[in-house]
């Protein structure tokens, strides 16, 4: 027998509706490209997603189309979230920080039809026009008299709105369609695209506006200092609107002064973005600590990266602020687990609850987690067991977009993560690597993440990368890569010692090299591939005859 309700379709443009009528006067405030402050609502956000839907169109843009952008996070990006799956089609955002290739390779293999892009991408796009055989419109964010020149016959976006007005019904249509599209950062072979759907997405947004999620709502003013071009700003864009959250939008100016200015000025209370962002906020803060009492911050979303511990600490008693780690990928649109603590540990000293907060997080409803050993079997919630980690759910990847490999799932409907994780009894995550980055040694696993976690608890320690290096005995031993802080002095041995009161004997880096700079993904992941080709040829001092 079927229910007896209702079966309207859980559409990105109901929230851009509930917004405009509901919370029409909650301030979306973005820096521009310029650097200057632009306010808008959302009851003009509505408007203006109306006529940019029409004006797609009036561009001949159809149901199912792609349409990309490269841009930073304005308010206009925002316009693009709801106009254009809104509309029927799907927004594909693109990671300017990419390779070019990387770039041509998305723009073509996505079959963009058109291109929204950011003034300041110009230089990067003018070398690929001759190859973007599908796109038929390239369209700068800016009015007509800023359109730059290096980019033949471009439209002006404003110019584009102006001429439409908002008289426009949102077409409705199944809540499984595609809404937007993302790409992977593709660290070893070519990106691939993950497809959102309208119903995956709202989901999604659901979820963070849980109170045991992320407890996003009306009164909060969230900060983005996650891109919208990775795994949609993590989906804060639709789960502020289904709320009415004010929103701050940083465009390019993700430095830590000019975040730090930002929040202080309208006053965020959260906000969300990867560990290496909130390391540099911290540094720059505990110079200027007049800047901190200026903020109003009272928690931040950490993700992409393990948070390390004591950049925890630094935030609850520098800034105040509670730190929520989240765990997820561009498959998970992202969340997966969310780091909140349980009401058992409200009385555990602070340094126990760091050491909660320092995993995952927990299962949040519709997401399933597992690990299983090499042989399929899954593993104990014990703590200790570690495993492949596994996950299904509603807004968890099903098959990548155009990929001739469409079997990614096994046979009950888990997708393998490729992180290396356990699960704890009160049902804690703890990745301890990622699979391809996991250091063997003699038979046993240590854990990269942890001793990088380590090492960066020492005041003269930067940024730490940790790999594992072939060695006659042992199989592999880890070797770590560091870089010191500015004007901060610490050799190898000082540092051996330090981690060797912190992690267990056998996990102690053979040796330590301390370099200038550390390689990174477009996403600003460490690129332990690279750092292994790199140091492919050194042999480990307890290895020298
Ligand atoms: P994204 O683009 O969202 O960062 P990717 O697919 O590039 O997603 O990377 C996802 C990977 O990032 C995960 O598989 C995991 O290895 C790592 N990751 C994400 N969040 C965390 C976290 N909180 N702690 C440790 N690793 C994380």
Known sequence: MQGLMQNKQLLISTLIE????NHPEVQIVSRTCEGTIHRTNYATLRKRAKQLAKALLALGIESGDRVGTLAWNTYRHQELYFAVPGMGAVLHTINPRLFADQIEYIIQHAEDTVLFFDITFSTLLEPLLPKLKHVRAFIALCDIDQLPQNIPNCLSYEQLLREQNDEFEWPEFAETQAASLCYTSGTTGNPKGVLYSHR???LHAFTVCTVDGLQLSRKDCVLLAVPMFHVNAWGFP??????????????AQIDAASLCELAAQ???????????????????LEHHPEKTKQLNINRIVMGGSATPRALIDRIQNNLNATTIQAWGMTETSPMGTIGNLLPEHMALEQSER?????????????????????????????GVSAGH???????IVSAYFKADEQNILDAHGWFSTGDIACISAEGYLQITDRSKDVIKSGGEWISSIDLENTAVAHPAIQEAAVIGLNHSKWQERPLL????????QIDEQELIHFLSKRVAKWWLP??????QSLPHTATGKLQKNVLREQFKDFVFSSDRS
Do not use: N
Not at 375 to 382: F, S
Not at 510 to 515: L, N, T
């Open 389 to 395: 980690l596994q996950v299904r759910g509603p807004w």
């Open 481 to 488: 890569v560091a870089i010191k802080r500015p004007d901060m």
């Open 18 to 21: 509930h917004a405009g009528l």
């Open 200 to 202: 995956s997405t709202l």
């Open 510 to 515: 053979d040796d330590v090299v301390f370099v």
């Open 266 to 284: 309208e006053q965020c209370t959260m906000s969300i973005g990867v560990p290496t962002v909130w390391l540099s906020v911290m540094d720059y």
């Open 238 to 251: 639709y789960a502020a609107a289904m709320c009415g959250a004010k929103v701050c939008f940083p465009a």
């Open 354 to 382: 760091f050491d909660i907060q320092s995993k995952q997080g927990r299962a949040i409803y519709g997401v399933e987690i597992r690990v299983i050993d090499d042989h399929g079997q899954v593993l104990a919630r014990d």
